[in-house]
């Protein structure tokens, strides 16, 4: 949706905003007409960048689109040291090999939502790799051990007897540092990256240069109810197939289609209202999500393939049809069924495939039936969904 310029302004400095650090400050900056740098920097803990690291990307996006420079800063270093935020357990370090790995497709990823040829694309490493131990050491004066300390997962850990590395306490030094860098007017995040936004300002007040206001955007929850988060696999990724998309969307819990329509589809107060009005008058959700996952997934992939999306879903999960790409599978009769599916990767081990078994979550979709027996062999040629979205086709050999 296009706003025009005053209400442009008004939504970046609203829509999926917890908190702006310093309100005032902003506000004047933005009706002065100033150009600001409004940066974010993601750290590539993952090779996918998912809906909810998409929020603050959407961010910068409506700043970019108020005319303002986004600076955009891979932390292929910071990644190194681990960022402790709402972390309430030490997070390990990555090695150089995996950061590669992850930042592969970041640039195409950011791509889908901010315009690239009108941003700054930074990596932190060009800059932290250099800082020698007295620099490091200059760093560290801005904070003292009690700030530190006090902070709430550090807080949480240290009174359960919890090992905190003085690593962990290095990493907002370097992120504010990365502000310092590149100029920061404004910097964007999470809620749990308060801590660290703020960092920034102080280590920009230690170099002499002008305090960044803070953006906090909103947290969203993941397919299981928690916070959206790739340790936990939770996620619904930007470079996700239309249909892994539209099938992800339609397993979020029912309470949470209309954050899912504001702060993913981006959609406007009034529609959010008008989802919330069918919901209380008793329309099934399921419908809901299967708008809502159409708008998602148009948002990132277009309106056909959304279409496609939607057309594919219901004919494997409304009608149970199985997708004609799904895997096949030849084996003999009689093999073991959990041998079958771990042999060809369909399942990671037979814990896995006993407990989707015992939960109910193995269909042969031939007969129509779960798969409940202790210790199932293949009878016949079967058509097997596994799981919400895995599909196996069982061929035997004659």
């Known amino acids: 949706m296009v706003y025009p310029d005053k209400e442009r302004k008004e939504r970046a400095l609203s829509w999926g905003v917890e908190e702006i650090f310093v309100r005032e400050s902003l506000e004047k900056k933005i009706e002065s007409g100033d150009l600001l740098r409004v940066k974010l920097g993601i750290d590539p803990t993952s090779p996918n960048i998912h809906l909810g690291r998409a929020i603050v990307l959407w961010k910068l996006r409506e700043f970019q689109d108020l005319g303002h420079t986004v600076v955009f800063i891979v932390g292929d270093f910071t990644a190194r040291i681990g960022d402790p935020s709402d972390k309430l357990e030490k997070r390990p370090t990555l090695s150089l090999e995996e950061i590669k790995k992850n930042i592969k497709t970041y640039r195409a990823q950011v791509g889908k939502i901010i315009d690239l040829k009108k941003a700054e694309f930074h990596f932190n490493s060009r800059w932290l790799s250099r800082l020698k131990f007295a620099e490091i050491a200059e760093l560290a004066e801005c904070f003292s051990v009690?700030?530190?300390?006090?902070?709430?997962?550090?807080a949480e850990r240290m009174e359960r007897g919890e090992e905190i590395s003085l690593r962990e306490f290095l990493y907002p030094l370097m992120q504010g540092y990365d502000s310092?860098?590149?100029s920061a007017d404004v910097e964007v995040g999470g809620f749990d990256q308060l801590f660290n936004l703020k960092a920034g300002r102080l280590i920009q007040k230690h170099y002499g240069k002008k305090e960044q206001d803070i953006v906090v955007c909103q947290m969203l929850e993941g397919t299981d109810g928690r916070k959206m988060s790739?340790?936990?696999?939770?996620?619904?990724n930007v470079s996700d197939s239309p249909e892994d998309m539209f099938g992800k969307v339609m397993s979020i819990r029912d309470e949470l289609i209309p954050k899912y329509l504001n702060l993913c589809a981006r959609a406007g107060e009034e529609e959010v209202n008008s989802f919330k009005k069918e919901i209380s008058s008793g329309t099934n959700p399921r419908d809901l999500k299967m708008r809502l996952a159409g708008k998602i997934v148009a948002l990132y992939h277009g309106e056909k393939k959304a279409s496609r999306a939607n057309k594919n879903f219901t004919k494997t999960f409304q009608k149970k049809e199985i997708p004609k790409k799904a895997e096949e599978i030849i084996v003999d009769i009689g093999t073991p069924l959990g041998d079958a599916l771990l042999n060809a990767g369909a399942v990671s081990s037979r814990s896995e495939f006993n407990r989707l078994r015992e939960a109910g979550?193995?269909?042969?979709?031939?007969?129509?039936?779960?798969?409940?027996?202790e210790?199932?062999?293949?009878?016949?040629p079967m058509a097997l969904r596994i799981g919400k979205r895995r599909f196996v086709k069982i061929i035997t050999k004659k």
């Open 146 to 154: 009690q700030q530190m300390s006090h902070r709430r997962n550090f």
């Open 180 to 182: 310092v860098k590149v």
């Open 230 to 236: 790739s340790s936990w696999g939770n996620v619904i």
């Open 361 to 373: 979550a193995i269909e042969n979709m031939t007969k129509g039936e779960k798969i409940t027996k």
């Open 375 to 380: 210790r199932p062999v293949v009878d016949g």
